[in-house]
């Protein structure tokens, strides 16, 4: 795909942002190549993913009847949780096995579980898996699946899949790669359980043992992660089954709380969690 000037890109731009599709249709038609032209890292449907997310579907219907590359698109949507735009892009023929790009070779649906992305989660593991792994079963909610990956006394019966979570693949700071520890690898899907929101897959690793204060990522705790993706449900689940409340990462040496405070946007969702947690 070719990049293209800001000269160029604006007519398409223009009415892509302000919602004009058949102002959009026309710059296409006038010049086919912008439908996958690179402006600023992004073709026109990525550039739909972005925030405010608030691009009018009808736009993103244009883009994609225009022949758009749909593939990193539906990576984008799986990060951002948008999930119509991920059943659109489905529908249309996007392929959910295929990686983001290659600074981050991770699927959708890992892309999805790594930004605690549930509602797009949620379309693409209709899909599958693809690369089955402990962390994104349990990121999933998938219990039977983690429930057959451990025994009733916590002990792994299986590897713990091809890919394992590396966190510089959706821009936080690296850590040492994932071991073979089965400690580790329980404890990551404790925390990508909580970050998910996946109440039943949390209750049923901490009924097996797995510690709640379990932290396999640089001190962050499924309480931490749940506090950062702004899950209100699964902070008040987790403090219910006694989580730790002191705990501080070894990122910012924050405690919940701290992050809660940090990561405070007014939205309902952060303030309640805020209230809680003050």
Known sequence: MATVSDERIQPALHALLA?????????????T?????????????????????????????????AG????RALGLAGCWNLADLCTRLLEAGADPTSLCDNASPITALESAAMHGSTRSADVLIEQGLHRPTLWLAAATGQLDLVANWISPTGELLQPAGPYRPNWA????????????????????????AARNDRSAVVDHLL??????????????TSLHF????????????????????KSRDDEWNATPARWAEVCNDDSADRTAILETLS
Not at 35 to 58: I, K, R, S
Not at 207 to 220: C, E, F, K, L, T
Not at 226 to 245: E, N, S
């Open 226 to 245: 749940a506090v950062q993706y702004a899950k209100p449900h699964m902070v008040d689940h987790l403090i219910a089954r006694g989580a730790p409340l």
């Open 207 to 220: 009924d097996i043992g797995v510690p709640i204060d379990a932290a396999p990522y640089r001190g962050v």
């Open 169 to 192: 693949h959706v821009g936080r700071p690296q850590a040492p790669p994932p071991t073979d520890d089965p400690e580790q690898i329980l404890s990551e899907a404790m925390t990508f």
């Open 19 to 31: 919602g004009d599709a058949e102002g959009l249709r026309a710059a296409l038609a006038a010049d």
């Open 33 to 65: 190549e912008l439908v996958n032209g690179v402006w600023n890292d992004h073709t026109l449907l990525e550039w739909a993913t972005q925030p405010p997310h608030d691009v009018d579907p009808a736009c993103t219907d244009v883009l994609i009847d």
């Open 68 to 71: 758009a590359s749909l593939d």
